[in-house]
């Protein structure tokens, strides 16, 4: 069965950085891409990026880009969300993702499977 | 960029209703729509894609309708288990995809 198992939680100091891993079981890693989704207290998601599984190709959202990295280790089968310069506002619930197969979902998917959330607390 | 409304941001009701939320997208996604429903604590769960396709093991009471930039999630007899919040989401375009701001419901 699919299962994507993410690190555990984290406290920073603002202006730190976090690494979170996305450990992937049950299917054939390469041939899916994984999301990042953050969510902050009692607030709603909000999608953070896309990696490729297959080729690292990646896609950012704005508001984040140029702080944020996500990489993937096929030989472990792990996704990496990295996120920089850590502020008060960027604690939060991170969640992988995995985009669902095209084949089931038709030319564009949603999210079929979750990761049980990683807590990022950044405070001084 | 494409922004997903959803309404109404809360909504209390009693077990056994007819419970219906709205997603608005800012335009036209065809029927690229997905509801996920949220428990408290929980990861997100997928109920329905494509705007009106049941995801595998979700119970019949959830449905969906809509295409364009207007959609609907019904929950046709409410259930003390559907206490979450409920999340649209468009994705009709490779690489990006976006969430409505959430609907949480209540059980009077």
């Known amino acids: 069965q699919v299962q994507l198992v993410q690190s555990g939680a984290e406290v920073k100091k603002p202006g730190a950085s976090v690494k979170v891993s996305c450990k992937a079981s049950?299917?054939?890693?390469?041939?899916?891409?994984i999301n990042w989704v953050r969510q902050a207290p009692g607030q709603g998601l909000e999608w953070m990026g896309w990696?490729?599984?297959?080729?690292?190709?990646?896609n950012y959202a704005q508001k984040i880009q140029g702080r944020v990295t996500m990489t993937t280790d096929t030989s472990t089968s792990t996704a990496y969300m990295e996120l920089r310069s850590l502020r008060s506002d960027d604690t939060a619930v991170y969640y992988c993702?995995?985009?669902?197969?095209?084949?089931?979902?038709?030319?564009?998917?949603?999210?079929?499977?979750w990761g049980q959330g990683t807590l990022v607390t950044v405070s001084s | 960029d494409i922004q997903m409304t959803q309404s109404p941001s809360t909504l209390s009701a009693s077990v056994g209703d007819r419970v219906t939320i709205t997603c608005r997208a800012s335009?036209?996604?065809?029927?690229?729509l997905a509801w996920y429903q949220q428990k408290p604590g929980k990861a997100p769960k997928l109920l329905i894609y494509k705007a009106s396709s049941l995801e595998s093991g979700v119970p019949s009471r959830f449905s969906g309708s809509g295409s364009g930039t207007e959609f609907t999630l019904t929950i046709s007899s409410l259930q003390p288990d559907d206490l979450a919040t409920y999340y649209c989401?468009?994705?009709?375009?490779?690489?990006?995809?976006?969430f409505g701001q959430g609907t949480k419901v209540e059980i009077k």
């Open positions: 993702a995995r985009e669902g197969p095209r084949g089931r979902y038709g030319d564009y998917a949603p999210f079929d499977f």
């Open positions: 989401q468009k994705y009709n375009s490779y690489f990006i995809w976006t």
């Open positions: 990696i490729s599984a297959y080729n690292g190709k990646t």
């Open positions: 335009q036209s996604i065809s029927s690229w």
């Open positions: 049950g299917y054939t890693f390469m041939n899916y891409g």
